[in-house]
């Protein structure tokens, strides 16, 4: 029974195929739909646009460690002047105690009672006892700093250890994080010859359909630095997108808001998943022109983050897409991988 069942099947198929080529035609199987080299392009701006969030995450992360590493080295530095410090300090204050120690040995030194037996009256043994008191306690503060500055030599010691255990960890993950670098670098240089091949391969009308009319409509905001940066960023309209580029004239989509908010006397970092750590929380719902909109790769995960725009009301976004594409007024739903978005003001 099943193997007829499946011999009727392969005659339907068959029959099926016949009649497409008797048409002249391809059978498309049910609901598969054509490819759209506009969106199969936007895709790999996207992985281009990831790549290059990795790449800037990994180039922070080495600036970090180099940083670090500059530290651990100046506390090495620091940890050894005060053991030498100290060591000179010893020597000094140990030939005072070998003066002290010869002197006892001697017999120069006295106590109370031997001023006592040597004293002609109260007044004489006074005087005697207190220099000789004051001979003691100078003695005793001799061997106090000796001991003080031979502790300071061997905890500056220590910790010059410790430092420089660290100088050497600090240096190897500068080492690794140098070779992170590259290999981001490198895909991400894969990734953009990727692009522009797709680019070079759209037709007119795909390419028309891309970059589509620029948005020219007046958008405000709320009053204050967040206008101020919606202006600022709605006056790049027209601008080229280029990879890595913080403005004036070309932009990528970090760059756009990050200089747009320069011009309203703010910073934030320079990658769209450092701005994505910014000024605080805002849910969708509650979304006003200024605030800054971000995309992953649809797994939710911040770290996947690769995309920012600001949002100018209305539903809609401006921001530098990806090469190919100019800054303009679009769709919130970009991707359609929206993840969040951040207040910097207002």
């Known amino acids: 029974m099943g193997l007829q069942r499946l011999k009727r099947s392969v005659e339907v198929a068959l029959a099926a195929s016949a009649v497409a080529v008797v048409a002249g035609t391809l059978a498309v199987p049910a609901g598969a739909q054509p490819s759209d080299p506009v969106k199969e392009y936007q895709e790999l701006g996207a992985e281009a646009a990831k790549a290059e969030e990795d790449l800037a995450e990994a180039e922070m992360a080495h600036d970090a460690n180099q940083a670090e590493l500059d530290r651990a080295k100046e506390s090495v530095a620091q940890a050894k002047r005060i053991e030498d410090g100290a060591l000179r300090e010893q020597e000094e204050l140990r030939g005072e105690i070998d003066r002290l120690a010869g002197s006892a040995y001697r017999g120069a030194r006295v106590d109370e009672f031997t001023a006592a037996l040597t004293s002609n009256g109260p007044d004489e043994f006074l005087e005697r006892a207190t220099m000789l008191g004051a001979l003691a306690d100078n003695n005793e503060k001799v061997l106090a700093g000796y001991n003080e500055a031979l502790a300071r ?21 500068a080492a690794r994080l140098l070779d992170e670098v590259q290999r981001r670098k490198d ?28 948005d020219t409509g007046a958008y405000l905001g709320p009053p204050g630095a967040a206008n101020t940066a919606l202006q600022a960023a709605l006056s790049k309209r027209g601008s080229e997108y280029e990879w890595g580029s913080k403005g004036p004239t070309t932009f990528d989509c970090s760059g756009l808001t990050q200089w747009a908010y320069k011009q309203a006397g703010i910073s934030i970092p320079p990658s769209s998943r450092t701005q994505w750590t910014a000024g605080t929380p805002v849910s969708r719902s509650q979304l006003q022109p200024g605030d800054l909109v971000f995309y992953d790769d649809g797994s939710g995960d911040p770290s996947t983050i690769h995309h920012v725009a600001m949002y100018v009301g209305g539903g809609k976004v401006v921001d530098a897409p990806t090469e190919g594409q100019l800054v303009d007024v679009r769709s919130v739903e970009g991707d359609g991988h929206y993840i969040g978005a951040r207040r910097i003001a207002g």
């Open 153 to 173: 030599a061997r905890s500056s010691r220590e910790q010059a250890q410790e430092s420089e255990l660290r100088a050497q960890q600090a240096t190897d993950e």
């Open 187 to 214: 895909d991400l240089d894969e990734r953009i010859g990727e692009v522009r091949q797709a680019l070079g391969e759209l037709g007119d009308s795909d390419r028309e359909r891309l970059q589509g009319p620029v």
